[in-house]
């Protein structure tokens, strides 16, 4: 007679090598890496500046990926991580707290893959990403209380038996930050015939906390000088953390799309940023709108942010004699704001004053001198 140790000693290996199903991963990992040879890099756009000043300002033009904006990078580096650490299999149900761009572009994946996608997003968002998201085949969830997306986004998950993609976690770990075509190695390859190749500053906003990590340990790694500066909307939880090590601040939910947040995320490494900068939203929208006067582009508020500190930053070394670069980015495109920052009704709305941000920007194209408002 067998006895159950014995059945145990006889047969001690388990194997769950097909359990998730490994020839449908593999055409999922390859249909993710297509996309990826097709659109991974952007173009490095040059602001118009008098060159006499001796520096350099450019936007990484990240409006250009196939969903429209920046997060592409983020989803398809979201989906591989979770593809490969067997998360996702055939027929999840994929799940996102998002301010939109990111389950826009998630969105859009997990249609490519085939599989049902929900996007639990704040009700303020703008009604043209959520048709994005809709056009992509992606169900939206709207939540009244911002501060509720995580814990609805997982309450959905686990009742569905999905996948929670959780951006805000897995943001800086999914991104290869050492190269493979990160948005870090594509800048620096694109600068290379510029008459200042190695940049003074990088200027990135805090959403995810993904792009300045990628950034920052990239320029680490390759022994570069190129400092990292990161710009957070008023109210953000983001600045009073990194300003006072406090990785508990709080915060208020940003006007500003797509950055700024309510709490300090996990994903942001505040180790690595050399400088931080609080951009109030009229600044941000007034520089958003002068890119548009300067150079005939339509941005969202996000890519105003980043202009306001990259401004800032190109005044401060005029003013000491440096010549040199600066990087920022084009974060996403405009239509996305149609009813929200490019219009003049829901400015007013909102309360905010775009004119003395004006001033200080139509000051500082004249003669390089940055003087904000006290």
Not at 304 to 311: D, P, S
Request: proline share 6%; net charge negative.
């Amino acid at each position: 007679m067998t006895t159950a140790a014995g059945t145990n000693a006889a047969r001690p290996d388990v194997d769950r090598s097909d359990r998730g199903g490994r020839a449908w991963l593999e055409r999922a990992v390859a249909l993710v890496e297509a996309d990826a040879l097709r659109s991974a890099d952007t173009h490095l756009l040059v602001f118009p500046l008098p060159p006499e000043w001796g520096v350099d300002l450019y936007l990484k033009d990240e409006s250009t990926h196939p969903t429209g904006s920046l997060k592409h990078r983020l989803a398809r580096s979201l989906f591989l991580y979770a593809l490969c650490s067997g998360q996702i299999g055939e027929g999840s149900t994929v799940v996102e707290a998002s301010s939109g761009s990111t389950a826009v572009s998630e969105a859009y994946f997990a249609r490519m893959l085939g599989l049902p996608f929900v996007a639990v997003m704040p009700a303020s968002t703008s009604p043209e990403k959520i048709a994005l998201i809709e056009f992509h085949g992606g169900r939206c969830h709207l939540v009244a209380d911002p501060s509720t997306v995580y814990d609805e986004a997982r309450r959905i998950a686990a009742e569905s038996g999905g996948h929670y993609l959780d951006q805000f976690t897995n943001a800086e770990r999914a991104t290869d930050w050492r190269g493979n075509n990160n948005i870090a190695e594509s800048i620096f390859e694109q600068l290379g015939l510029e008459r200042h190749p190695t940049p003074e500053w990088v200027v990135v906003g805090a959403g995810t906390g993904g792009t300045s990590a990628t950034i920052g340990r990239y320029l680490r790694y390759r022994r570069l000088p190129t400092r990292l500066a990161v710009v957070d909307p008023e109210g953000s939880a983001f600045f009073p953390g990194w300003r006072d090590g406090d990785p508990a601040a709080t915060g208020q939910p940003s006007r500003i799309e797509g950055i700024g947040r309510p709490r300090v995320e996990p994903s942001f490494v505040p180790t690595i940023v050399d400088r931080m900068t609080c951009v109030p939203d009229a600044a941000s929208l007034a520089a958003m709108r002068h890119l548009k006067t300067v150079t005939g582009r339509r941005a969202g508020g996000s890519t105003g942010t980043n202009l306001w500190g990259a401004f800032g930053l190109v005044a401060e070394m005029i003013a000491a004699g440096r010549v040199g670069s600066v990087i920022t980015l084009l974060c996403d495109g405009g239509e996305r704001y149609a009813h929200t920052y490019h219009s003049d009704a829901w400015v007013a709305a909102q309360g905010l004053d775009l004119a003395p941000y004006t001033a200080v920007l139509e000051h500082f194209q004249r003669t390089g001198e940055w003087r904000p408002p006290s």
